[in-house]
């Protein structure tokens, strides 16, 4: 995995080094980089899913107090599986182990070259069995560059596995595997209700397959923290001390009603001085999960619509931060725009870097997530009314949104 510190120190600001957890031989994680956004936005509550006969589904029930774990974990230790990421081995020479110590390379007599090799192993959880297919959710960066996929149960056994679709902007994929297979499914819950000090569990499988169906605990430290990934993606996670480690990416963070409320995904191993960091670890909010899987389900790809800004939500920002992010506004609440892409649907429809968005189709914003919640229940080429703060004055501008 990539443990490289991707932070500096600037202007006032830590930025930190996040890494995606997948447990590798030869590599296989990606890094991120924030914390850009010091901003601690509640999930939208407006949040829909669509729900059909072949669909995940997010459960009504919810759970707030702790109490003993186990029974949580057995609502989902058999629906939590390893993912195994195979690649080919290169026909040029390399500097493995395996070479280094002789051994794995003389199979039918050598020509074991551009043979199927675990590269990397991340976690999984099934969370729903549909027709002949049960349902596997993981991160994208666990398959990512896969030649082959298979998966470990928690019974032993390995099965192959197919990729129906993937998504680099939430990290997030969607395997199958024969329905015979499935024995135990989870149940989502609903992540908009987390709160604070909520006890979970994370269950996965940190250092890979060897260390299968492991199980840690913790509490929720934060229910909604903005990211932005190396790549300019924002998001908001789920911010948990519960213990993660490499393999554990694409695993259940688990509550004490046995629910899944989200995916773990990436953790901050360092300071950009080199300070250990422990127990911060992220993971996706199930709500974002269920939208994602059943159009992964469906489609096979997610297409946003999107603005062609970089935004920051200012609740939570302290003010002496304000300064250093050159952020002239006054406004406690809002979405501040630091950047519009040349060409973009924000610039052909006047926006200005500087303006603060207040709404979005007349409905109030006013963090990152509740912004993509609108825009992404819209179609590309839908115009939508954006409502700004500019020096004190309202304005609406109209963009026609435009593909991601």
């Given at each position: 995995?990539d443990n490289r510190?991707?932070g ?6 830590v ?10 031989l030869?590599g ?14 509640n ?10 006969s072949?669909s995940?589904?997010t ?9 003993t774990m ?12 390893s993912v ?14 395996f070479?280094?110590?002789?051994e794995?390379q003389?199979d ?5 070259k ?11 959880v ?16 666990v398959?990512s ?6 998966v470990?149960?928690s ?13 680099a ?17 989870a149940?989502f ?5 987390l709160?604070?000090g ?6 996965g499988?940190?250092?890979g397959?060897e260390?299968a ?5 913790g509490?929720?430290s ?5 990211l ?17 480690n490499?393999?554990n990416?694409?695993?259940a963070?688990?509550?004490s009603?046995?629910?899944?409320i ?11 001085d ?6 911060m670890g992220f993971?996706i ?9 059943n159009q992964l389900v ?6 946003r ?12 920002i302290p003010?002496s ?7 002239k506004?006054?406004?406690?609440s809002?979405i501040y725009?630091?950047?519009v892409?040349?060409?973009?649907a924000a610039a ?5 870097t500087?303006?603060?968005?207040i709404?979005v189709?007349?409905?109030?914003v ?7 919640t609108?825009?992404y229940?819209?179609?590309i080429?839908?115009t939508?009314?954006?409502?700004v703060?500019?020096?004190g ?12």
């Amino acid at each position: 995995m990539d443990n490289r510190n991707s932070g500096r120190k600037q202007n006032g600001l830590v930025k930190t080094a996040i890494v995606g957890v997948v447990a590798g031989l030869l590599g296989g994680g990606v890094s991120y980089v924030a914390l850009d956004q010091i901003n601690n936005a509640n999930i939208n509550n407006d949040a829909q899913t669509t729900i059909t006969s072949n669909s995940a589904k997010t459960s009504e029930k919810s759970a707030k107090t702790s109490g003993t774990m186990t029974p949580a974990y057995n609502d989902v230790k058999g629906a939590v599986v390893s993912v195994i990421n195979l690649k080919r081995q290169s026909n040029t020479s390399s500097n493995s182990l395996f070479d280094i110590f002789g051994e794995g390379q003389d199979d039918d007599n050598g020509k074991s070259k551009g043979k199927l090799q675990t590269y990397s192993e991340g976690s999984g959880v099934i969370y729903m069995k549909s027709g002949n297919k049960g349902y596997i959710v993981t991160n994208n960066h666990v398959v990512s560059g896969s030649d082959k996929v298979q998966v470990m149960l928690s019974n032993g056994k390995t099965v192959n596995a197919k990729i129906v679709g993937t998504d680099a902007t939430t990290d997030l994929a969607v395997l199958a595997i024969d329905a015979g297979y499935v024995t135990q499914t989870a149940e989502f819950g609903d992540s908009k209700s987390l709160q604070a000090g909520q006890t979970v569990i994370a269950v996965g499988s940190p250092l890979g397959s060897e260390y299968a169906s492991t199980v840690t605990q913790g509490i929720i430290s934060a229910p909604a923290r903005s990211l932005t990934s190396s790549s300019g993606n924002q998001q908001t996670v789920i911010q948990t001390d519960a213990a993660i480690n490499p393999g554990n990416s694409g695993g259940a963070l688990v509550n004490s009603a046995g629910q899944v409320i989200g995916i773990n995904s990436m953790k901050l191993s360092q300071s950009s001085d080199g300070t250990s960091v422990e127990g911060m670890g992220f993971a996706i909010p199930s709500n974002e999960v269920v939208n994602i899987v059943n159009q992964l389900v469906k489609k096979g790809k997610i297409v946003r619509p999107q603005l062609g800004v970089k935004v920051i939500a200012l609740q939570g920002i302290p003010s002496s931060y304000r300064k250093n992010l050159n952020i002239k506004s006054n406004l406690k609440s809002g979405i501040y725009v630091a950047s519009v892409n040349k060409n973009s649907a924000a610039a052909a429809a006047g926006m200005k870097t500087g303006d603060v968005i207040i709404k979005v189709d007349y409905k109030s914003v006013s963090d990152v997530a509740s912004l993509h919640t609108i825009l992404y229940n819209h179609k590309i080429g839908d115009t939508v009314t954006l409502t700004v703060n500019r020096s004190g004055k309202e304005l609406d501008l109209h963009a026609k949104l435009e593909a991601n």
